[in-house]
């Protein structure tokens, strides 16, 4: 069984500005834990307890949070890594870490725990696989990601970083990999392109293929996809749908009305008459207003005066 997992934090996301514009998106929160140990917690569950985390220059957020507040029983490492130029060069700074088979995965998705047991029991049952790669039916980003084709035995005989219409079955490739450590042989085979230095982990895999070595593939029944603001609101309503219930650990007035699903986080305060709900996460620091209303919304640290209602958004900037 795989071991090791290695996670990609290295970097603010373009497309999540500005709620990177002060801090790493790996450290943006989902009920009140950060996006990175949701992340690593289906990998905790399925029995992982060895991690690398590859962090940039501004994620000593990342390293402090989960040095004093995550699993006290894992042991983490972190690696550092300058520019942030893909999954490759990720495997780059994480190598001298590697010693066995391992996992590879990024925050851009949140798996479930059925899917990160599978990617880490595969080679029990596939010893001659040198990789897995995690596979998503997503026909509306065939061109926004990776895809592959499959050979009849379900195994992966092509993959391209630039997928095109003829790529099986509208399948794309999640960024949760699971490898032997064969794979930095040929990561040093892969050219650089242009003035990013940036080096493509598919090129890689189809080296693997084209030297008849099998790489296996798993389609992953479902995620959560983590690349826009919405996106981060998305993935809270979903977990507080599965909730189901309300969890305030804020003093709230009696005169506020909420319906559930509703979660606050400690450190903050809401006004009198007040509407939460339903599928509202308030973040700790924030200070909500006499008769403000939200629903379907996200409130990141920040106070929202008296009498507003807010529905469907992320409210990232004082108002």
């Known amino acids: 069984m795989i071991d090791h997992v290695i996670v990609m934090a290295a970097g603010p996301s373009q497309r999540m500005y500005p709620l990177t514009r002060t801090r790493p998106k790996a450290m943006l929160p989902l009920l009140g834990k950060p996006l990175i140990a949701r992340i690593m917690d289906s990998f905790y569950r399925a029995g992982i307890r060895r991690f690398t985390v590859v962090v940039g220059e501004q994620e000593g957020s990342v390293a402090a949070w989960l040095s004093s507040k995550w699993y006290p029983d894992v042991q ?50 596939h010893p001659s696989d040198v990789a897995v790669l995690s596979l998503f039916y997503a026909p509306d980003e065939i061109g926004q990601g990776a895809g592959v084709l499959l050979d009849p035995r379900g195994h992966v005989m092509y993959i391209s970083e630039q997928p095109t219409g003829a790529h099986q079955d509208y399948m794309t490739v999640l960024s949760v990999y699971g490898f032997t450590p064969a794979v930095l042989e040929y990561l040093d085979r892969v050219p650089l392109i242009g003035q990013s230095g940036e080096r ?26 983590l690349e826009t603001p919405d996106d981060l609101r998305a993935a809270n309503v979903q977990l507080l749908t599965e909730l189901k219930t309300s969890s305030l650990l804020s003093e709230i007035p009696p005169s506020v009305r909420v319906i559930p699903p509703v979660h606050v986080d400690p450190g903050v305060i809401v006004g009198n008459n007040a509407t939460l709900g339903p599928n509202v996460y308030i973040e700790s620091g924030s200070v909500i207003g006499a008769g403000v209303s939200l629903r379907d919304a996200l409130v990141l640290g920040v106070h929202i005066s008296t009498g507003q209602r807010i529905a469907g958004e992320v409210v990232h900037e004082d108002r």
């Open 76 to 125: 983490l490492t972190f690696a550092p890594q300058g520019h942030q130029r893909g999954t490759a060069s990720t495997l780059f700074a994480a190598r001298k870490f590697i010693d066995g088979l391992f996992v590879i995965v990024s925050c851009d998705n949140l798996i479930s725990e059925e899917h990160a047991v599978q990617v880490c029991n595969y080679f029990e049952t």
């Open 200 to 225: 493509i982990l598919a090129t890689a895999i189809q080296m693997m293929i084209d030297d008849h070595r099998t790489v296996g593939a798993i389609e992953a029944s479902h995620r959560v996809r």
